[in-house]
C-alpha cells in the first residue's frame, strides 16, 4: 500500500495505490530530447522478517512548463526478505545513457 503526493508545476494530487507484494514507487516526466528523470527508493531494513516501509522521491525534466515531482511512502505487507527490484517502463523505452544504481549500507 502507498500513499503518494504528485506535482506537476500547475496542479498536485495525493493519492493511495499498489498492494500488499508490489507498489506504485515513482512517476517520471514524458521523454524529450536532452532531459533525464531521476528516483530515489529507500527501503529500510529489506532483509528482515517485518514488514518493510519505504519512500521515495522521483522528478524529472521535460523542457516544458509541465514536469513532474512525486513524494511517496508506503508499506511493502510481507514478512520475507526483499530479494528482488524490478523496474518497470509504463510507455516507452529507457533514453540511450540511462542508468540504475542499486546502493547497500553495511553495517557498522
Do not use: H
Not at 516526466?29 to 532483509?47: E, G, L, R
Amino acid at each position: 500500500m502507498t500513499r503518494a503526493i504528485r506535482g506537476n508545476g500547475a496542479s498536485v494530487i495525493s493519492f493511495v495505490g499498489g498492494s500488499t507484494v508490489s507498489s506504485y514507487v515513482g512517476e517520471v516526466s514524458p521523454d524529450t530530447t536532452s532531459t533525464f528523470n531521476n528516483a530515489q527508493v529507500y527501503i529500510p531494513n529489506y532483509a528482515g522478517s517485518n514488514q518493510k516501509f519505504f519512500s521515495v522521491d522521483s522528478g524529472g525534466e521535460n523542457n516544458a512548463t509541465t514536469a513532474y515531482q512525486l513524494f511517496n511512502a508506503g508499506l511493502y505487507n510481507q514478512t520475507t526478505a526483499i530479494n528482488q527490484i524490478s523496474l518497470k517502463i509504463a510507455s516507452s523505452n529507457l533514453a540511450q545513457y540511462s542508468t540504475a544504481y542499486l546502493y547497500g549500507v553495511k553495517n557498522a
